[in-house]
């Protein structure tokens, strides 16, 4: 058993000039979980955190709500394999 979680996520609605990844990269390091964060061309937001699995867990569900101002309507998640990142990016 891996004493780290990855997983993927890409957040839909209005996530997008609403500061979602300055607050998501603020919340993950609050949380000690690693990855980055970045616009996708088509207005989502995606993501990827690495960490111990409870903070993982923790940023998954924050993104479900995001910062003041976002409205996010879905969440999509994938489990990855961890690969020992550090540190948070804004992309």
């Known amino acids: 058993m ?3 979680s990855c997983r993927r996520v890409v957040v839909r609605g209005h996530v997008q000039a ?3 990844r300055a607050s998501c990269r603020r919340e993950a390091r609050r949380a000690g979980v690693a ?3 970045t616009n996708r ?8 955190f690495e960490g111990p699995p409870d903070a993982v867990t923790a940023m998954v569900a924050w993104v479900r709500h995001g910062p003041p101002g976002a ?3 879905d ?3 994938a489990e ?7 540190g948070f990016d804004i992309g």
């Open 18 to 20: 609403v500061g979602f």
């Open 71 to 73: 409205r996010v309507d």
């Open 41 to 48: 061309p088509d207005g989502a937001v995606e993501a990827l």
């Open 80 to 86: 990855e394999e961890p690969r020992g990142r550090n």
């Open 2 to 4: 891996s004493s780290a």
């Open 75 to 77: 969440v999509t998640e």
């Open 35 to 37: 990855g980055w964060v």
